[in-house]
């Protein structure tokens, strides 16, 4: 299958979806065949249609010629989950970009898999409602990827991640069957829980093609609170205090010292005093009376873990400052020059302090320099080796501490991916996490919808 395709294939999905919508100059290819994790594997063929009927008749095409399929959103993942592994056909989801409904009765949304989450998050605000799921690409991340990948972000540790709020699915099978799952109901046991099997499967199973999501009210009243501390000791021991406290605000999220250096020297922004260890931002929104209780109990929970200084953002041109510089450090990473490697581990809450502590051992044990930051609050915390790519010897180091890394999440009944999936980045190390007898049931299941094995081949599973 690798890098060759039918010869009549490219004609037949040129009357699909018009001539345009049919690349294969070297640049699409290129662009097209990679995502945010870096690594690339082009495919033979770029095809943007518009619409579920010729989503449907392009899989149809794919899956009579066992050519594989392999379809995109933004390209913002971090495991290669979009990325074609053996050429073929790569399906953009860029034009199907509406928003289709905003039900203000019902408390949802009906939207295509293209939408940006910003702008989605944007519109339902407009009426006075809210959609949670706040991954830190939000900007430029798409809802259907979202969906794919089960995003998470900040806001999961009060509100879950993008599971919770997808109550239907329009999806095409890889045969070119078009399916509905769930339904606007908020209740629905009927049969089999396609929908949420669908959520998080990586594009192995289905092509998405429009997705209802639930919204709630948008909270009147939210304040956001900054603490600093000498190291990361403390920081670990607040949020932990804060648990205890009972306390859930909408998000707590840790940064180190070496994140906060990033974003002051690459981006020229100062989110702390260069002596800063570590530092917290917590989130509390609801009534006015019960964001002003939580973000008083927050700060004195800072306070007692032996925090520097707690301040409450001034409003909420602070607070988009705060969050704009949280949301950029990937990027103030990438831009070092040095090839960055995210794991989005994540532990139980109340391990929180040992995962940093298996961290620590990972530097000590390897030389290397990692970077941990994350969504605190649910347990999900990024850990990024930065590595020397031109280093044969320091790569080798980075590929023996992930394992280890891998093992010890698990060890502390964690998981090695919180919201970025498996892809093929992740595929070697399944194992670690589940059985033999689970990955060939899964395995079953991917047969059932993909008997083929056109769709996203070489993802998930090693």
């Not at 592994?85 to 009765?105: A, F, K, M, Y």
């Not at 259907?144 to 089960?150: D, K, Q």
């Not at 000498?230 to 707590?252: H, Q």
């Amino acid at each position: 299958m690798s890098r060759s395709i039918p010869e009549l294939l490219a004609p037949e999905l040129r009357e699909v979806v018009g001539r345009e919508y049919v690349r294969a100059d070297a640049g699409s290819l290129e662009r097209y065949g990679q995502d945010a994790l870096g690594i690339g594997h082009p495919p033979d063929l770029v095809v943007i249609p518009a619409d579920t009927n010729q989503i449907a008749a392009i899989a149809r095409l794919c899956d009579e010629r066992r050519v594989p399929l392999t379809v995109r959103g933004a390209g913002t993942g971090y495991t290669g989950g979009a990325v074609p592994t053996r050429g073929g056909v790569l399906l953009s989801l860029e034009r199907l970009n509406r928003i289709l409904e905003i039900d203000e009765t019902n408390l949802l949304a009906v939207v295509e898999p293209g939408v940006i989450t910003g702008d989605l998050q944007r519109a339902v605000e407009a009426v006075g409602l809210f959609y949670p799921p706040d991954p830190a690409s939000l900007d430029i991340s798409s809802i259907g990827g979202n969906v794919a990948e089960c995003a998470g972000g900040p806001r999961g540790f009060k509100y879950g991640t993008t599971r919770r709020y997808v109550l239907a699915l329009e999806a095409v099978l890889p045969g070119g069957e078009i399916i509905h799952t769930g339904s606007k109901a908020v209740k629905n046991v009927v049969g089999y829980d396609l929908t949420q099997l669908l959520v998080g499967s990586e594009g192995t199973l289905a092509i998405i093609t429009r997705v209802t999501l639930r919204l709630v009210p948008k909270p009147p009243a939210r304040a956001t609170l900054r603490a600093l501390f000498g190291d990361i000791r403390g920081a670990v021991t607040a949020v932990s205090t804060l648990i205890r406290r009972r306390v859930v605000p909408a998000t707590i999220e840790l940064i180190d010292a070496a994140s906060l250096e990033a974003v002051r020297e690459h981006l020229g922004r100062d989110l702390a005093p260069r002596d800063t260890g570590a530092m917290l931002i917590v989130e509390a929104d609801g009534t006015e009376a019960a964001v002003a209780e939580e973000i008083d109990v927050a700060a004195q929970a800072c306070r007692d873990a032996g925090a520097t200084a707690v301040a409450l953002a001034s409003g909420d041109e602070e607070r988009e400052q705060i969050w704009t510089a949280r949301r950029l450090i990937s990027l103030a990473l990438r831009a070092t020059g040095l090839l960055k490697i995210n794991h989005d581990v994540v532990v139980p809450r109340g391990r929180v302090p040992d995962l940093f502590a298996v961290i620590q051992g990972l530097r000590d044990r390897f030389g290397l320099r990692i970077v941990a930051f994350g969504h605190a609050g649910d347990g999900n915390i990024h850990v990024n080796l930065m590595v020397d790519r031109d280093n044969a010897d320091e790569r080798a180091r980075a590929a023996q501490a992930e394992r280890v890394l891998f093992e010890r999440v698990v060890a502390l009944e964690g998981s090695i991916s919180g919201e970025h999936g498996i892809g093929f980045a992740k595929a070697p190390y399944l194992g670690i996490e589940l059985s033999a007898e689970a990955m060939a049931l899964m395995k079953r299941v991917k047969a059932a919808f993909d008997p083929h094995g056109i769709l996203n081949p070489g993802k998930i599973f090693p």
